[in-house]
């Protein structure tokens, strides 16, 4: 079991930056692919970006390329989103995720275990 705790979300000017923070609970972190979603009011909950158990491969949304990195401190047993050039539509619910089978994927299903989101509103 573990367990995820999202934090670092606020409200920020379009062009900002924050970065997001997701603790994990457990010893066997450094096991698990981590993944970001968001979902904003009214559409589905849409993949952002996934890294590998150790870090060494990483995945992103065309959406986010370029202005979003994903890491991991597997010490620390935390992930990280850091967001760069944010625009209004990265306003979202922002969750991280853990995937036992180690892949890494897009596909929310595949995620075991979630936090219970961080906000990040983007004004314009």
């Known amino acids: 079991q573990v367990q995820l705790v999202e934090s670092g979300g606020g409200l920020v000017q379009a062009g900002g930056s924050l970065r997001l923070s997701c603790a994990a609970s457990g010893r066997t972190f450094s096991s698990y692919a981590m993944g970001w979603f968001r979902q904003a009011p009214g559409k589905e909950r849409e993949f952002v970006a996934a890294i590998s158990k150790s870090g060494g491969s990483t995945l992103y949304a065309d959406s986010v390329k370029g202005r979003f990195t994903i890491s991991r401190d597997n010490a620390k047993n935390t992930v990280y989103l850091q967001m760069n050039s944010l625009k209004p539509e990265d306003t979202a619910l922002y969750y991280c995720?853990?995937?036992?089978?180690?892949?890494?994927?897009?596909?929310?299903?595949?995620?075991?275990?979630w936090g219970q989101g961080t906000q990040v509103t983007v004004s314009s």
């Open positions: 995720a853990a995937d036992r089978t180690m892949v890494v994927t897009t596909i929310p299903q595949s995620y075991d275990y």
